[in-house]
């Protein structure tokens, strides 16, 4: 029997009087009964009403752990890659086709290498052009060093050689000199005695053996002049002689410049044929490269999504030629709203429901939370619904790799207290 199905059989046996057994004529027993029958229905409704409360309470606070999940809808989405060359060029090929699965370093597409392999022979025979100027001028150092070891050894030779034949002749010079001065001085006094004898001998007074003797005495200093006077001569020759050696010493000194001039050059071409060989080795590694860039090469393991370029096309550095996705990086993106957000912290253990599957439920974990809210999104139909303020997040998946496709539509679940998930998963 009901709260008010009591009240209205008390409130009925108020109304139609005493019963039987009851004495006749108590008003004051009717008020009583009213009164106890609006106190037990008091009770009853309060009975309810608790009891109601606690089914509510039980659901939406904890009974079944719902208050500490958050729920939010969304798609499968993961972030592609657009594959591009890092030159231009013709392409040759592209070997992968929409939907193919690629593994990390395949090939995707060939580039047209004729101009870039000219460019890397042309690099080659500069680097072997600048080589062997090098090697030429290093060879010919080597034989400049030689002659030039050679020419200071002469040089200094000549120039101790004629300096001291200088020395020498210019020492025989001033002797050969002094002694014609000798000579000189004695012939005058053979003369003054060879003709004094000459006079005294034909006077008588001296006998002419004597004077005789002074005439030849005379004689003989006389030629004792002349042969000083040839060797002055002879000396001035080797003073002369000496003297043009010291010019050859001089001659040979600057010969030995003009070797070290020369090698001083070689090096200078040495110098410019490294210069050189370097350059064109910095032309023949780009060269290489720009060959390897030809090849283009998957950089990560996915999925190709798109195909932008087909063979014969004539491509620009940094042109798309096929778009990658990797499978083992999709996610969940979806809203919540914005009361909500401050509960959800980065690195929380997350469910995904697939809309193929929604009793397996997918491991994740909550990847990123959007900095700044915004308006519900435009695929919302409702005006209620647009003009609530949410928080995007992103669900990485743990799981199912490959079996969540990108544009799945997908629900999920948020633990955001507690470290272990309810035993059923909570009701939309």
Known sequence: MTGNEVLDRTVNQADNGPSPAEPPSRPRNRKVLRTLALVVLLVIAGVLAWANWATVSKIFHGGDGSDRIIR?????????????????????????????????GQILAVLDDQQVRAREEQARGAVEGAVARTKVAKAQIEVLEEQLRESQLQTEQATV????????????????????????????????????????????????????????????????????????????????????????????????????????????????ATANATQARAELVEARANLQDLTVTAPFTGTVLTRTAEPGEVIQAGTPIVTLLDLTKVYLRGFIPEGSIGRVKIGQ????????????????????????????????????????????????????????????????????????????????
């Not at 002055?232 to 010969?255: D, P």
Request: hydrophobic share 40%; proline share 3%; aromatic share 4%.
């Open 349 to 428: 253990a997350a469910r995904i429901y697939l809309d193929s599957q929604p009793d397996r439920p997918i491991v994740a974990y909550v990847l990123r939370i959007d900095p700044r809210a915004t308006f519900t999104p435009e695929n919302t139909y409702f005006q209620d619904d647009r003009v609530k303020q949410v928080v995007g997040v992103k669900l990485q998946l743990k799981d199912a790799i490959g079996f969540a496709k990108p544009g799945m539509p997908a629900d999920g679940e948020v633990l955001v207290e507690g470290d272990s998930w309810p035993a059923k998963r909570s009701a939309k």
């Open 161 to 272: 050689d004629a300096e001291g034949r200088v020395s020498q002749a210019e020492a025989d010079l001033a002797a050969a000199e002094s002694d014609l001065a000798r000579q000189e001085a004695s012939l005058q006094l053979a003369l003054f005695d060879k003709d004094s004898y000459t006079r005294l001998a034909q006077s008588g007074v001296v006998s002419q053996r004597q004077g005789k003797e002074a005439v030849s005495n005379a004689d003989q200093q006389t030629a004792a002049v002349a042969a000083a006077k040839r060797r002055i001569e002879a000396t001035k020759g080797a003073l002369t002689t000496a003297k043009a050696n010291v010019a050859n010493a001089a001659i040979r000194r600057a010969q030995t410049a003009a070797i070290r001039k020369q090698i001083a050059q070689q090096q200078a071409e040495i110098a410019s």
């Open 72 to 104: 939010l809808s969304g798609r499968i989405e993961g972030d592609d890659s657009a594959v591009a060359s890092k030159t231009s060029g013709r392409i040759l090929d592209v070997r992968v086709r929409e939907g193919d699965s690629v593994n990390a």
